[in-house]
């Protein structure tokens, strides 16, 4: 199996342009995570949804949105990119909110 | 507030020498401890957690964690390191679905 797949591998934007990461998992897991790693800063969560259907806040979640409407998608969009946005985003799913969570191999997002 | 502290940014050991990477915590009522991994240009993978039970948790890799309640920690160990042990790890804490990590601490095994 695939596991959890990003799309795209790297991107760079214009700053104010709009863009959507795209992950997708086909563990029928159904929890789901966006996070942004940072230097130094670790992982910050974005957003997470715990089953389809359903979203809530993380972290850092201002800027960006996100939508489930079924089990394996899960993308994350960036309605008018700023600089401050520059980062490696990580996708992950969890078969419950308790178990280990499983990463994609990231998006490297440059905003110039 | 909840949070995860990893002290040290940085971890040097010799090859076949005993490894410790410090984790200490800060998560209300019982957490849920997870160590990940993550080498160059690649996602986290899982190593290990703690859920409840038996306070030293073994993982992947040869890998093992203690956790402390007293001195809220879960530091990673393992008994002899090598140099494939590089990488970047990171510490984290569960409440519900929202995972707290560690900034990271990266581990350079020398041969």
């Known amino acids: 199996t695939a596991g959890i797949t990003q799309a795209p591998t790297s991107q760079i934007l214009a700053a104010g342009r709009s863009m959507t990461l795209r992950c997708t998992q086909d563990m029928r897991h159904n929890a789901m995570y966006w996070y942004r790693q940072d230097l130094g800063l670790g992982l910050r969560l974005i957003h997470y949804s715990n089953t389809a259907g359903t979203t809530g806040k993380g972290e850092v979640p201002d800027g960006y949105s996100v939508s489930r409407a079924n089990t394996d998608d899960f993308p994350l969009t960036l309605a008018s990119a700023v600089p401050s946005q520059t980062s490696v985003y990580f996708c992950?799913?969890?078969?419950?909110?308790?178990?280990?969570?499983?990463f994609g191999p990231g998006t490297r997002l440059t905003v110039l | 507030a909840q949070s995860v502290a990893q002290p040290e940014d940085q971890v040097n050991v010799a090859e076949g020498n005993p490894l410790t990477v410090k984790c200490t915590y800060s998560?209300?009522?019982?957490?849920?401890l997870f160590w990940y991994v993550q080498y160059p240009n690649r996602g986290l993978q899982f190593l290990l957690k703690y859920i409840t039970g038996d306070n030293l948790v073994k993982g992947s890799y040869g890998f093992e964690a203690e956790f402390n309640k007293s001195q809220t920690s879960f530091h990673l160990k393992k008994p002899s390191a090598l140099v494939s042990d590089s990488a970047l790890y990171f510490c984290a804490g569960r409440r519900g679905f929202k995972t707290i990590f560690g900034a990271g601490t990266r581990l350079f095994v020398k041969a």
């Open positions: 992950a799913s969890s078969a419950e909110g308790d178990n280990e969570q499983f």
């Open positions: 998560v209300s009522g019982n957490p849920y």
